[in-house]
């Protein structure tokens, strides 16, 4: 059977190219989903091109068309759930449940966006100067370039595709080269949709390549980037030096403190969800688990006894709560961590078993005995491991929590109402969890982070708009 090949897509036609890589599913090696083109910096170049000139006409299409070319989007999204769920997760490794669900949500993106279109409304004053009238209105930055990881193949486009073509902006979409099965689904149900050519490219390919030509590029106007703190501060510096508007959304080393007066079956059910569900491979995991003295040695059972039943298998088979982390470098990074934390002192109680089966398969790991200070507790691993760090008191929690460069997600178990708030107060974070998961957020309402995990504006929700637009103030002479 010949070997299934997909190409970018520049200005409204699927374009190949020279070089192609294959996908291979983490859950089974011997399984390619095809051969995807490399684009190199020439066609980055071309694809910034076709996006600036289409971006005008995209931006005068009208509210009501936009609305509709979104909601077709999500449309669509929604009802493929599916199957397109299933593929994400043969390519990324995440049990059909989430990749089905990651779709779904994806089209939920479009939607919500699809409502903003026709939201865009500006202000007007009144001068302090007699006869003259002031309006503020929002318009598109113009080219905005995105750049997203493999561990959300399809939300993560979505949440940042669908606000950049709501507010009237082109778009230049390179995925991570990991998955860009996800990536072509989403650009075919773009491509059929009524765009001006060029409003939409998507560019597969290296970061080191590809990316590279999209972020130094002086003709973008806006950069949208999740991946790594690495990554991020790179692309920080080329940014700058065009003066380029940029959103980055990095890692982080999340954790749940679970409180004396704590349910613990909840707090267990949250550490487990939170740590280990996507193989640990989600930038809200918990992989630090703060825990009282009083409730530590019943908490700690209680995770265990979860572990234990937990299926760890090939993504598409129906029973799978866990499968394979992503590749063969995942799964190394993450057995050294597990190596870095044993030399450290900490003690690997349960899982951290790896198959030696067709994928890269490995049981979650808990460590215990482990301190703040040790590098598995400082280092975001990216995997299904988690360390339990044991403190006196609530005092102590907060500021082990805190004591990280990271800040994206932080949970509590308690049922005090008077801990409860004061952590939602102090948790030097962007999302708090009270009961819940560290990971797991909507898409109505912002998302990101403080310290080195986010750097400017929010993503999702309202305040998305700050990103793909800026205000232009205008005074008109009335009498
Ligand atoms: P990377 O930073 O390695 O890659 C992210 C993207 O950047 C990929 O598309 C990559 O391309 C691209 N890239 C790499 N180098 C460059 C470059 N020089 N110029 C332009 N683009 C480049 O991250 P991962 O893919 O490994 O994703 C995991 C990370 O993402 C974790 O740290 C995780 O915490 C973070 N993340 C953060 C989230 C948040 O909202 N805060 C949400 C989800 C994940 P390629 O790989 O194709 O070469």
């Given at each position: 059977m010949a070997e299934a090949r997909f190409d970018n897509f520049i200005d409204g036609q699927w374009i190949g190219s020279t070089d192609r890589i294959p996908n291979v599913s983490p859950s089974d090696t011997s399984d390619v989903l095809g051969h995807y083109a490399q684009a190199d910096a020439a066609q980055g170049r071309a694809a910034i091109s076709a996006a600036t000139t289409a971006q005008p006409s995209w931006q005068a299409s009208g509210l009501e068309h936009r609305y509709k070319v979104l909601m077709s989007i999500g449309d669509e999204l929604i009802a493929r759930s599916e199957e397109l769920g299933d593929q994400l997760s043969r390519e990324e490794g995440k049990p059909i449940a989430e990749g089905r669900g990651e779709v779904y949500r994806s089209g939920q993106f479009f939607h919500y966006f699809a409502a903003e279109v026709l939201r865009q409304m500006g202000d007007t004053a009144d001068s302090v100067r007699p006869g003259i009238e002031v309006e503020t209105r929002r318009e598109p930055m113009g080219v905005v370039v995105v750049i997203t990881p493999w561990n959300f193949p399809m939300a993560t486009a979505a949440w940042k595709i669908a606000p950049a073509l709501a507010f009237g902006n082109s778009v230049v979409f390179k995925p991570a080269n990991l998955v860009p099965a996800s990536a072509v689904a989403l650009t075919e149900i773009i491509s059929?949709?009524?765009?001006?050519?060029?409003t939409f490219n998507l560019v597969m390919g290296s970061g080191s390549e590809v990316g590279e030509a999209l972020i130094t590029?002086?003709?973008?106007?806006a950069i949208t980037f999740t991946g790594s703190l690495q990554t991020g501060k790179h692309i920080a510096m080329a940014a700058a030096a065009n003066l380029t508007k940029f959103q980055l959304e990095m890692g982080s080393k999340n954790a749940l403190v679970v409180l004396d007066d704590a349910d613990l079956d909840i707090a267990a059910d949250c550490a487990v969800n939170g740590a280990f569900f996507g193989s640990g491979q989600k930038?809200?995991?918990?992989?630090r688990l703060i825990v009282t003295a009083a409730v530590h040695d019943e908490f700690v059972d209680k995770v265990c006894q979860r572990m234990s039943k937990l299926k760890v298998g090939?993504?598409?088979?129906?029973?799978?709560?866990i499968g394979p982390v992503v590749d063969a470098g995942q799964l190394a990074q993450n057995l050294k961590y597990l190596e870095i934390g044993a030399a450290e002192?900490?003690?690997?109680?349960c899982g951290g078993e790896v198959d030696d089966g067709k994928g890269f398969y490995m049981t979650p790991a808990l460590l215990l005995n482990?301190?703040?200070?040790m590098k598995i507790n400082r280092d975001?691993?990216?995997?299904p491991i988690a360390c339990v760090i044991k403190v006196a008191d609530y005092e102590e929690a907060l500021t082990t929590l805190n004591d990280t460069e990271y800040g994206l997600t932080a949970g509590v178990v308690t049922q005090s109402l008077r801990e409860a708030s004061h952590f939602k107060r102090h948790a030097k974070t962007g999302c708090v969890m009270v009961n819940l998961p560290t990971a797991g957020t909507d898409y109505h309402v912002p998302f990101g982070g403080r310290k080195s995990s986010s750097y400017g504006s929010r993503e999702q929700?309202?305040?998305a708009v700050e990103f793909y637009t800026e205000i232009k103030t205008t005074y008109i002479r009335s009498a």
């Open positions: 059929r949709q009524d765009l001006p050519a060029g590029s002086p003709d973008v106007d930038c809200t995991a918990s992989s090939h993504a598409l088979d129906a029973d799978t709560q002192g900490a003690q690997l109680v482990s301190t703040n200070d975001e691993v990216f995997g929700g309202q305040y």
